[in-house]
T-cell receptor, first 114, second 111 residues
Framework: DTAVSQTPKYLVTQMGNDKSIKCEQN?????MYWYKQDSKKFLKIMFS???????INETVPNRFSPKSPDKAHLNLHINSLELGDSAVYFC?????????????FGPGTRLTVT | LAKTTQPISMDSYEGQEVNITCSHN???????ITWYQQFPSQGPRFIIQ???TKVTNEVASLFIPADRKSSTLSLPRVSLSDTAVYYC????????????FGAGTTVTVRA
């Protein structure tokens, strides 16, 4: 069983479109994350979320919004896609908040905006 | 806010030991030090975590001096499959969005 899964693995779309990336974890974790990895391999956190609190990276445009239907899912919705949104997006989860909790990452979704 | 600094790249040969040092001068009292490994086209994978002194598991060792301002990841007897990017992470990403994994250290193992 895959611990953290994402769909789709690849997403090619045009500027201005709205798209969603889905993430599911079957680890029973309370905290989930979305990361963006750019072409230079920098991996930056976008959001962290558990059933109590959403913490948003304020540098993330409000076109990006996380949506969590339940504890096991944290989807990423992107409005009005731009060329600069092209990147690999990773979902992750951990048992709880805190630097002492290991994060488990999904396989990534490569988003290409044309 | 504990910013980390690590080398951009390192080259090694099969069978050698690889040591990657990460500087984190502003580490907070309750921060753990965590290392992740990332292969191409995959998500990062946890390698090892420590708070102080030395930690060893089946994959690596982590050495942390008393002042905790740096840490060294040691990969014993590397193989070609250890070629990857290694990230040093200090602090709680879930509570401090200013943190990031940075660019990591690209380790290339040659035959």
């Amino acid at each position: 069983d895959t611990a953290v899964s994402q769909t789709p693995k690849y997403l090619v779309t045009q500027m201005g479109n709205d798209k969603s990336i889905k993430c599911e974890q079957n680890l029973g974790h309370d905290t989930m994350y979305w990361y963006k990895q750019d072409s230079k391999k920098f991996l930056k956190i976008m959001f962290s979320y558990n059933n109590k609190e959403l913490i948003i990276n304020e540098t993330v445009p409000n076109r990006f919004s996380p949506k969590s239907p339940d504890k096991a899912h944290l989807n990423l919705h992107i409005n009005s896609l731009e060329l600069g949104d092209s990147a690999v997006y990773f979902c992750a989860s951990s048992q709880d908040r805190g630097s002492d909790y290991e994060q488990y990452f999904g396989p990534g979704t490569r988003l290409t905006v044309t | 806010l504990a910013k980390t600094t690590q080398p951009i790249s390192m080259d090694s040969y099969e069978g050698q030991e690889v040591n990657i040092t990460c500087s984190h001068n502003n580490i907070a009292t309750n921060d753990y030090i965590t290392w992740y490994q990332q292969f191409p086209s995959q998500g990062p994978r946890f390698i090892i975590q420590g708070y102080k002194t030395k930690v060893t598991n089946e994959v690596a060792s982590l050495f942390i001096p008393a002042d905790r301002k740096s840490s060294t990841l040691s990969l014993p007897r590397v193989s070609l499959s250890d070629t990857a990017v290694y990230y040093c992470l200090v602090g709680d990403l879930s509570n401090d969005y200013k943190l990031s994994f940075g660019a990591g250290t690209t380790v290339t193992v040659r035959a």
